[in-house]
């Protein structure tokens, strides 16, 4: 297996960027919040196939988690985390202190407005600003070629996009597919929260929110057609539906017809209290 290295500052990950692009390396950034599974990999090996070398961050960023969210019990396992990575190729790690990332006196805030305030961010208020700030700083502290984020947080992957045009950020955004299991459900670390029947009923999410999408495309009216994957979840035991909606894969705007522009449909829905998130391409 590839020797991994690990970086503890963003001094020591910096001067090693800074050595591989001497030797005209390319570097790639994966950052993550570590509990990582096979979703992440497919992001490593991703990055591997684009780029010479490819830096995973690993830090549970609490300025995206809300009061009442799953902060505390978030998976953490560095050590399992960091042989994933190096089975995938991955050259290096960077799993800073939270100190590191926020020292005192830390007081900047990044706001990407309009495109944060709707599907999570209505129902998460604050969290893509802890996304942003956290973003923003892991990109301008390796300055890689280009970052890769998963197509499964579409809204946070078309955020981080704008944030990086808009503040000047040189490194590239890549979106990598979504991964799923056998049966179509998207892989999240959230999954691991969910007991045997709840993962059966999960597993209904990305047919029924395909087969939606298809019909769409197929001309049927967007609003009717997300009416009636929240009536089918709910009549599969979904517990609550936050969303289904239909939206511009842009500008994250609401459309009613699939002909007008690319389009998504998202969802967020709970079984018991954990939330899942899924998208798929309308066009
Ligand atoms: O998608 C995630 O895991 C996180 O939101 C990210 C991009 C690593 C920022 O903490």
Redesign the pocket.
């Known amino acids: 297996m590839n020797q991994i290295i690990i970086f503890r500052t963003i001094a020591d990950m910096r001067k090693q960027v800074g050595i591989w692009k001497s030797k005209n390396l390319s570097v790639g950034l994966v950052?993550?919040?570590g509990g990582l599974h096979e979703g992440h990999i497919a992001l490593v090996e991703f990055a591997k196939k684009k780029c010479d070398r490819v830096i995973t961050?690993i830090?549970v960023?609490p300025t995206?988690f809300g009061a009442d969210e799953d902060l505390a019990i978030y998976p953490r396992s560095e050590e399992s985390d960091c042989q994933v990575i190096a089975g995938a190729g991955g050259a290096a790690v960077f799993i800073p202190s939270i100190l590191e990332m926020y020292p005192e006196g830390f007081l900047t805030t990044v706001c990407v407005s309009g495109l944060t305030d709707k599907l999570c961010g209505a129902s998460r208020p604050g969290h893509f600003d802890?996304?942003t700030q956290?973003?923003t700083k892991?990109l301008n502290q390796a300055n890689a070629d280009v970052a890769f984020?998963?197509e499964k947080?579409w809204q946070?992957l078309t955020i981080?996009r704008r944030l990086a045009v808009d503040l000047n950020i040189p490194t590239s955004i890549k979106g990598v597919p979504t991964v799923r299991d056998v049966f179509g459900l998207a892989l999240s670390s959230r999954n691991g929260y969910l007991d045997f029947k709840q993962i059966e009923k999960a597993r209904l999410l990305s047919s029924v929110l395909s087969k939606a999408a298809y019909d769409i495309a197929s001309g049927s009216d967007a609003s009717f057609e997300c009416a009636k994957v929240v009536k089918t979840l709910l009549g599969y035991g979904f517990d609550r539906i936050d969303y289904i909606e239909c939206r511009n894969a842009h500008s994250l705007e609401l459309i009613e017809r699939a002909d007008i522009a690319e389009c998504r449909i998202f969802a967020a829905v709970y079984l018991g209290n954990i939330r899942l998130i899924d998208n798929y391409s309308i066009l």
Do not use: R
Request: aromatic share 12%; proline share 6%; charged share 5%.
């Open positions: 950052p993550t919040m961050t830090f960023n995206q802890g996304v956290v973003v892991l984020f998963g947080d946070q981080i």
